[in-house]
């Protein structure tokens, strides 16, 4: 029940009649009169004390060195982290390296030709392999420089350290991503939406140079590039302002957002994205490497293509033209989100559960068995 009775003046109109300064040196005169005023009807004195604390906060921010400086380390190296993959994701920073390398490729050695409209360069399957490769080259080749000349530190600061115990990391990351993929696959034949055979078809010769292309790309310059951009430089600047589970919040969204431009992107499969990036994080987090990503990365990369033939993250061997490179020949049938349909594994609900028993199985493991 409201009880009503006479404003009571605050504690600022009491000091003005006693002749004694207000303590809050921060307002201008102007303000401050009229905030007096207010303060005497006994009307807005919580108001005057969130100002009062707001500003006179702004001021000790601007003249204190110390905070100016928290404030910079909190800001600017998630705006530096997204502006580049902003760049990559955009195309803009492949865009002069792809031009400078067609350019001489195309005048040199008439590679790639001319489009039946006389204007364009024909896109085959095996130039865009090459686009593929260079933007990954690009990529990588911008954030490592970003990484050591703007943020000024060194690739072991970045959990990517070159020791000789490098390969303990690495080798748990291959077990732990192929175990999961089999453990889909296998779910995926077991509940009658994925059937496979032996390959029985072959790839034309002159594709030979299109597979192996595909194959650097996907199985290793993507994993590689991937981590560094995400894991390697983004969630590193984040975690240094924001703290590791704003960052790994941060980082998944960033690492399925980048997903969204891939063929046949389903609502499912960017969620297991997502997923997927923070069993990653979590996993490079106990390992102290981000050698153990990578070697995630690609035990799921490699096996999805090359072994039992599904698309990868939407993109098949068919549109690469060489549909026959894997081991085995896939056949999916049922609801879209058991077998992830065009998408792949990616987008299926048995990738939803895997993908959870792993971040429930790396959060439970004791700190001092990693």
């Known amino acids: 029940m409201r009880r009503r009775g006479r404003a009571i003046p605050c504690q600022g109109s009491m000091s003005r009649r006693s002749g004694t300064s207000d303590p809050s040196p921060s307002l201008s005169s102007i303000e401050f009169e009229s905030l007096q005023r207010w303060r005497s009807w006994g009307i807005c004195s919580s108001i005057f004390s969130r100002i009062s604390s707001h500003r006179s906060t702004v001021s000790k921010t601007d003249g204190d060195p110390e905070l100016r400086s928290a404030t910079s380390e909190r800001l600017w190296p998630i705006v530096r982290a ?7 994701w955009s195309g803009w920073a492949a865009y002069i390296p ?18 039946p409209d006389g204007k364009h360069l024909q896109i085959t399957s095996d130039v865009r392999i090459l686009l593929m490769v260079i933007g990954r080259l690009t990529s990588l080749s911008m954030f490592i420089l970003a990484w050591r000349l703007i943020e000024r530190k060194g690739l072991r600061d970045m959990l990517f350290g070159h020791s000789l115990k490098l390969w303990r990391p690495l080798i748990r990351g ?47 310059l993507s994993p590689l590039a991937e981590e560094i ?18 960052a790994t919040i941060i980082t998944a969204l960033v690492f399925a957002a980048r997903h969204l431009q891939n063929p046949n992107a389903s609502l499912l499969g960017i969620i297991n994205i997502a997923l997927i990036s923070i069993a990653l994080t979590l996993g490079m987090l106990r390992q102290r490497s981000l050698w153990y990503a990578i070697g995630w990365h690609i035990a799921w990369n490699f096996p999805i293509l090359f072994v039992f033939g599904v698309p990868n993250s939407g993109y098949s061997l068919q549109v690469f033209g060489v549909a026959g490179a894997s081991i085995f020949s896939p056949t999916l049938s049922g609801v879209t989100w058991l077998t992830g349909g065009d998408f792949g594994p990616e987008g299926s609900i048995i ?9 429930l199985a790396v959060w439970m493991i004791p700190r001092s068995a990693s």
């Open 98 to 115: 792809i031009l400078i390398i067609l350019g001489i490729t195309s005048h040199v050695a008439g590679w790639p030709g001319i489009g």
């Open 229 to 246: 951009e995400s894991r390697g430089y983004l969630f590193q600047n984040l975690a240094r302002g924001w703290g590791i589970p704003v």
């Open 174 to 220: 291959l077990s732990v991503g192929g175990g999961g993929i089999a453990l889909i696959v296998l779910g995926m034949m077991g509940s009658g939406s994925l059937h496979l055979t032996w390959q029985t078809g072959s790839i034309p010769s002159h594709s030979v140079l299109t597979l192996v292309g595909l194959l650097i790309s996907s199985a290793l």
């Open 82 to 88: 997204l502006a580049l993959h902003a760049l990559d």
């Open 351 to 359: 990738t939803t559960a895997i993908i959870l028993l792993q971040i």
